[in-house]
């Protein structure tokens, strides 16, 4: 992408890791707070024009961020509306929010894995991940996130999740693992390397959709 700046809509969880992850793409960066009361800050019923006199606009893209689903979509919807060449980014939290936001007009959808709440920040924080979330977002892109369910655990042979070498063996990367406690770790945490892949684990994966569906027969179902 060519934009020199990025206009991101919401202060939570995630808009550090973005905002840092970012960083080296654009030239300026600016979080707006939901009614917020100076510059920066903005309200739903906003006139858009406004945000003319923080950026171009026309060499801009913008992260809807906002937790509350209702509120990012009609966020998107507005901006959508005001801006129609805009590159809009969105956060999802499921396939259903994911579906509303690009009929409300995103470009481009980030999902939170509604399973793991802090998979998107602990996945931001490694570089490799950090690119290629780059190219899934802004790159005409085949790759993928998917959730895949552990139903063959024996043909890991107890190994733990860092002994494996994903992309040469398999064609995918793993980013974190769902537990059935619903508990999530990050692949390379400390803890997951003392985890034995058992049935009922959750990979998040990234890759292209045929190494992930050959993946998917190997080793169990998706989740959806």
Known sequence: MNEKSALIFGQNDYTFEIQKSISSHYENIHVLTLNGDDEFGFDLSDEWDALSNIVDMNDCVVFCILEDMAENIFLTISLRDTFKELTIV????????????????????????????????????????????????????DLQIAQIKVENPDMFEAKYP???DWSRDHGIIVISIVHEDMSSEFIYASKEKHHIIRSGDIFVVVGYAQDIKDFEKLIGSRCE
């Not at 894995?113 to 790159?139: D, F, Q």
């Open 90 to 141: 969105a956060l999802a939290r499921d396939k259903e929010s994911s579906d509303k936001l690009i009929l409300a007009g995103a470009s481009r959808v980030l999902p939170t894995i509604s399973t793991t709440a802090n998979v998107i920040v602990e996945m931001l924080e490694k570089p490799i991940i950090t690119e290629v979330l780059h190219n899934i977002l802004y790159e005409e892109s």
């Open 162 to 164: 860092a002994d494996i």
